[in-house]
């Protein structure tokens, strides 16, 4: 039962992100907001991530290619890139377009790593696509065929890139290397590569305004959907599977959608339902009947 709260917990806290983000947005420069919440994250975690470090050197130095393109890929790119899609569009679009990550990541796999897709996974890709673009262009045809999409919308597609490429490097992870020290090791990384970019925006057309939102927003964002979400959900993995765990990911639009609507007062339109169940018709097709299917197979 612990293990189910824990994982029901992480994509509340993830969807936070999202929402406090946007809450703040007109506050705080996007990227200085990723690089503040990182280093916080960096303090909070160096005393104990310090010491695996410098034991795990020798794994470091000889995976450092593969460690730094982690590092790059989900620390220093894909919350920056939410925090400048959340600009210009709405905390409810962003989750929702986040949701369609599971079916990047199988496409990536099937683009890079060559692994077979089936027509169901393949008719799965283009049903969650199918959503994404009815979002993005909100059902209208015209800004399709024009490509006139929102900016905001732009990036949080290019952030959701960035994660499934993340995701699929992780094969490439050193097996002598635990989660904890692979995590200390992309926010120590991560952070210093968004140092500069962070601070020459610091005086950029978005001025810092240190109140308590966005402070507290920093705070929350560097300790719950960062550390705490972290420990959760590899706590959560561990008891449950891979498999099960992973089906809780989809709680993110829910929770994201509910929160925009209830802190943030954004609205709904009829083609908001439309691309979220595109999309979820489209994740059940290409991944979650395929693991279902595998399972099947594996009792018999």
Same mark, same amino acid.
């Given at each position: 039962?612990?293990?189910?709260?824990?994982?029901?917990?992480?994509?509340?806290? *993830?969807?936070?992100?999202?929402?406090?983000a946007r809450a703040i947005h007109a506050d705080?420069?996007?990227?200085?907001?990723?690089?503040?919440? *990182?280093?916080?994250?960096?303090?909070?975690?160096?005393?104990?991530?310090?010491?695996?470090? *410098?034991?795990?050197?020798?794994?470091?130095?000889?995976?450092?290619?593969? @460690?730094? @393109?982690?590092?790059?890929?989900?620390?220093?790119?894909?919350?920056?890139?939410?925090?400048?899609?959340?600009?210009?569009?709405?905390?409810?679009?962003?989750?929702?377009?986040?949701?369609?990550?599971?079916?990047?990541?199988?496409?990536?796999?099937?683009?890079?790593?060559?692994?077979?897709?089936?027509?169901?996974? *393949?008719?799965?890709?283009?049903?969650? @696509?199918?959503?994404v673009t009815v979002l993005v262009s909100q059902a209208d045809l015209s800004l399709v065929l024009g490509l006139d999409f929102n900016r905001g919308d732009i990036w949080i597609g290019v952030a959701v890139l960035a994660w499934s490429l993340y995701s699929v490097a992780l094969r490439g992870r050193p097996e002598g290397l635990d989660g904890f020290t692979l995590f200390a090791f992309n926010v120590l990384i991560g952070t210093l590569l968004l140092a500069p970019f962070a601070l020459g925006r610091l005086g950029g057309p978005v001025e810092i305004q240190w109140n308590l939102p966005v402070v507290s927003a920093v705070i929350y964002m560097a300790i719950f959907p960062s550390i705490l979400a972290y420990l959760f959900w590899n706590r959560g993995v561990a008891e449950l599977g891979a498999a099960r765990a992973s089906l809780f990911i989809h709680l993110i639009p829910v929770f994201g959608v509910l929160m925009s609507v209830l802190f943030l007062g954004e609205s709904l339109y009829l083609f908001h339902g439309v691309g979220i169940l595109l999309i979820f018709t489209g994740i059940y097709l290409a991944t979650i009947r395929r693991t279902t299917g595998r399972k099947a197979g594996t009792k018999s």
């Open positions: 039962m612990k293990a189910y709260l824990l994982l029901a917990l992480t994509p509340l806290f *993830w969807a936070g992100n999202v929402v406090s705080l420069d996007p990227v200085a907001l990723a690089f503040l919440r *990182w280093l916080l994250v960096l303090l909070l975690i160096l005393p104990w991530g310090l010491p695996r470090l *410098w034991r795990s050197r020798a794994v470091i130095r000889a995976h450092l290619p593969i @460690l730094l @393109l982690l590092s790059v890929l989900s620390v220093t790119c894909f919350n920056t890139f939410i925090y400048l899609g959340l600009q210009d569009t709405t905390a409810a679009n962003s989750a929702m377009l986040q949701s369609a990550a599971p079916v990047v990541i199988v496409l990536l796999n099937f683009m890079l790593l060559r692994e077979g897709l089936s027509l169901r996974q *393949w008719a799965g890709t283009l049903v969650s @696509l199918a959503g």
